[in-house]
Nanobody, 124 residues
Framework: QVQLVESGGGLVPAGGSLRLSCAASGRTLSSYGMGWFRQRPGKEREFVAAISRSGGAKKYAASVQGRFTISRDDAKNTVYLQIDSLKPEDTAVYYC?????????????????WGQGTQVTVSS
């Protein structure tokens, strides 16, 4: 079993940037496909980005394409989400998740392990 801990959230002005981190313990992240999801106030959890086990395939939600970048550093057992050109509508709790399948899934029910989330708040 793998434990995931997100960090890097905070309060930033619109147009700013953040880098979220997801650190794993318990097992090596290289065994998993990894995803980022977010839950905005009053909304369901939604897919943001995913990266395959090998790192060779990535997938993004249309709403974040070109502004968000997912990456992984298996030597550090960490996955990152670089968020640029932040908008107020990006305000949400951001979660990372691990998928034993190793692919780039966008449905949250298909992920096996979750972190506790990190809050991102974008001021206008």
């Amino acid at each position: 079993q793998v434990q995931l801990v997100e960090s890097g959230g905070g309060l930033v002005p619109a147009g700013g940037s953040l880098r979220l981190s997801c650190a794993a313990s318990g097992r090596t992240l290289s065994s998993y496909g990894m995803g980022w999801f977010r839950q905005r106030p009053g909304k369901e959890r939604e897919f943001v980005a995913a990266i395959s086990r090998s790192g060779g395939a990535k997938k993004y939600a249309a709403s974040v394409q070109g502004r968000f970048t997912i990456s992984r550093d298996d030597a550090k057992n960490t996955v990152y989400l670089q968020i640029d050109s932040l908008k107020p509508e990006d305000t949400a709790v951001y979660y990372c998740a691990a998928d034993l399948n190793g692919g780039i899934r966008s449905v949250y029910r298909e992920y096996d392990y979750w972190g506790q989330g990190t809050q991102v708040t974008v001021s206008s």
